[in-house]
Nanobody
């Protein structure tokens, strides 16, 4: 059972920056999971923001390309989301996800709120 704990959320002004962190624990194989960040805005469905595979390849939603960067540090089982040039529409609860497709394993953090407002 993998546990995921998100930190780093809060209030940020439009155009500002924020870094989210997700600490993973509970498995010696976390480095082979695909790690991702998803978000859910009020009244909307949860959507993929970005993910990063075990080899480091990344995938981004079109709405965040060029502004957000996902990275991972397997030495400390942590995945990051660097958010730059944030916009009001980035306001959402952000969830960390760990996925291992071959065994259909899929874990979620509790989520953390990011509010972009002046």
């Amino acid at each position: 059972q993998v546990q995921l704990v998100e930190t780093g959320g809060g209030l940020v002004q439009p155009g500002g920056s924020l870094r989210l962190s997700c600490a993973a624990s509970g498995s010696p194989f976390i480095s082979i999971y695909t790690m991702g960040w998803y978000r859910q805005a009020p009244g909307k469905q949860r959507e993929l923001v970005a993910d990063i595979a075990k080899g480091g390849s990344t995938n981004y939603a079109d709405s965040v390309k060029g502004r957000f960067t996902i990275s991972r540090d397997n030495a400390v089982n942590t995945v990051y989301l660097q958010m730059n040039s944030v916009k009001a529409e980035d306001t959402a609860v952000y969830f960390c996800n760990a996925k291992w497709v071959p065994l259909a394993l899929d874990y979620w953090g509790k989520g953390i709120l990011v509010t972009v407002s002046s």
